[in-house]
């Protein structure tokens, strides 16, 4: 016996029925690609911060070299320090260098905190601070107990 065969629109009609998803798979692929994109932002949002926060470090650490070797370039340079003159062991210090000058004159220079900013005076008037604008220093004391 011979099967009867079945007319090709019939088939066709099957094959279309099947090409959609459903609306269940619809609401699947969608939370996956929220889900996936949320991520994403999430990251993105960290890596941002990330970035400030290691560009803000290298900001306070080329503020400090900078303020270090300024430093450190006068005391080389000094002949003494004014130990009556300088308030050492204190959070509000003072230190006051004597220095030559090439024409063999002497002069002062006075390293000092104020207002959050280490300040610079030259033979009692001042010149300016050592500290960027945007950087703000506080000393702490360590002492033996």
Do not use: C, W
């Not at 099967?3 to 699947?28: D, F």
């Not at 993105?44 to 300024?70: C, E, P, Q």
């Not at 430093?71 to 308030?87: E, G, K, L, M, N």
């Not at 004597?98 to 220079?109: E, F, I, K, V």
């Amino acid at each position: 016996m011979r099967r009867a065969r079945r007319p090709i629109k019939h088939m066709l009609r099957i094959s279309n029925r099947q090409k959609g998803n459903t609306l269940a798979e619809m609401l699947v692929y969608v939370g996956l690609v929220a889900l996936l994109f949320l991520v994403i932002i999430q990251s993105a949002f960290a890596i941002s911060k990330t970035s400030k926060r290691s560009r803000s470090f290298l900001d306070i650490n080329s503020a400090a070299v900078s303020a270090f070797s300024r430093f450190s370039r006068d005391v080389r340079r000094a002949t003494s320090i004014d130990t009556v003159q300088s308030t050492l062991g204190a959070s509000s210090g003072k230190l006051v260098l004597n220095l030559r000058q090439t024409d063999g004159s002497n002069s002062t220079l006075t390293f000092y905190l104020s207002d959050a900013k280490v300040k610079i005076a030259e033979n009692g008037t001042y010149t300016g601070d050592i500290t960027q604008d945007n950087m703000a220093v506080s000393i702490s004391q360590a002492r033996e107990a």
